[in-house]
């Protein structure tokens, strides 16, 4: 049981090219979270699926995108990486939308030069 | 919408000792609290969580209690340990578009 996998774990890329991060989960969970996390800013959501076949803007969604691919995939685009997207991006789990515990994946640290 | 303030950010104790972290939120329909622990180069894990139906919870070493009243939560670490040493990040949810609302962080230090 792997829980929330990530992949991949590093990454570096230069201004301007594109990028997807790939999240997956094994716990049949319906609600799925991508965050990201800066120094001193705490984890902070990008984007939202609460249900298979539903995403939705969560607080910082301008330059990414998402796909809900199925019920255990959850992928987060760069279209056009910026410096300002330099960050560990955490992909998360629950069971339902709302006041739900939370599972983390290991993250994915991105640098954009 | 919520927010969440967390203090300290950054806290230092003697292996033995008790560590308190606070956390204030300020949605009064706020019902769900947890708290998460993330180690170096991991992802942040779930140590314990408490609703409003309840003011305190334990699990061994851990507790959380909640003020609702005070709109106020906090996690304690009794008898710490160097593996306590993490950043701990303290949540709460929210009406908003945003399900769980995090604090920014505090970092632990457990010295031996």
């Known amino acids: 049981n792997a829980g929330v996998t990530q992949t991949p774990k590093f990454q570096v890329l230069k201004t301007g090219q594109s990028m997807t991060l790939q999240c997956a989960q094994d716990?049949?969970?319906?609600?799925m979270y991508w965050y990201r996390q800066d120094p001193g800013m705490g984890l902070r959501l990008i984007y939202y699926?609460?249900?298979?076949?539903?995403?939705d803007k969560g607080e910082v969604p301008n330059g990414y995108n998402v796909s809900r691919l199925n019920k255990r995939e959850f992928s987060l685009r760069l279209e056009s990486a910026a410096p300002s997207q330099t960050s560990v991006y955490f992909c998360?789990?629950?069971?339902?939308?709302?006041?739900?515990?939370?599972?983390f994946g290991d993250g994915t640290r991105l640098s954009i030069l | 919408g919520e927010n969440v303030e967390q203090h300290p950010s950054t806290l230092s104790v003697q292996e033995g000792d008790s560590a308190v972290i606070k956390c204030t939120y300020s949605?009064?329909?706020?019902?769900?609290f947890p708290w998460y622990k993330q180690e170096l180069g991991k992802g942040p894990q779930l140590i314990i969580d408490?609703?409003?139906?309840?003011g305190e919870k334990k699990d061994q070493r851990i507790a959380v209690t909640l003020n609702k009243t005070a709109k106020h939560f906090s996690l304690h670490i009794t008898e710490t340990q160097p593996e306590d040493s993490a950043v701990y990040f303290c949540?709460?949810?929210?009406?908003?578009?945003?399900?769980?609302?995090f604090g920014k962080g505090t970092r632990l230090s457990v010295i031996a």
């Open positions: 949540a709460a949810d929210s009406s908003g578009n945003t399900p769980l609302v």
């Open positions: 699926s609460a249900s298979e076949g539903t995403t």
């Open positions: 716990m049949n969970h319906n609600s």
């Open positions: 998360a789990s629950s069971e339902a939308w709302g006041n739900q515990p939370q599972h």
């Open positions: 408490i609703r409003s139906n309840v």
């Open positions: 949605d009064s329909a706020s019902n769900y």
